[in-house]
């Protein structure tokens, strides 16, 4: 059974730091990419920042204040987070790709529950 359990979240002050954690188990195949992903009430989930087989990538709107980074050792998968703005609140979503099979010709993808992060004074 696959899981993807995060981590972190919470209430912070605009220019505040958070750091995200996702624990997940039971992926099979070969880990493409693992990731996170940000969704606010009405609106399309965006990707904040992934990490897969080049470099890291990042929504435009982070400019530089957000770093992903991995621990495969752990199963873990971390988002630091830093110079809040309040609009960054959102849930925050864990995200891994794998294929199943050497010839699966797509990623399989897997999500967590979610994280609040609210950034308000």
């Known amino acids: 059974q696959v899981q993807l359990v995060e981590s972190g979240g919470g209430l912070v002050q605009p220019g505040g730091s958070l750091k995200l954690s996702c624990v997940f188990s039971g992926v099979a195949g070969n880990i493409d990419s693992v990731g996170w992903y940000r969704q606010t009430l009405g609106n399309q989930r965006e990707m904040v920042a992934e990490?897969?087989?080049?470099?890291?990538k990042y929504g435009i709107f982070v400019r530089g204040r957000f770093t992903i980074s991995r621990d495969y050792s752990k199963n873990t998968v971390y988002l630091e987070m830093n110079q809040l703005e309040p609009e960054d609140t959102a849930a925050y979503f864990c995200?891994?790709?794998?294929?199943?099979?050497?010839?699966?010709?797509?990623?399989?993808?897997?999500w967590g529950q979610g994280t609040q992060v609210t950034v308000s004074s």
């Open positions: 990490d897969g087989r080049t470099a890291a």
């Open positions: 995200n891994v790709k794998t294929y199943i099979t050497p010839w699966s010709s797509s990623p399989t993808e897997y």
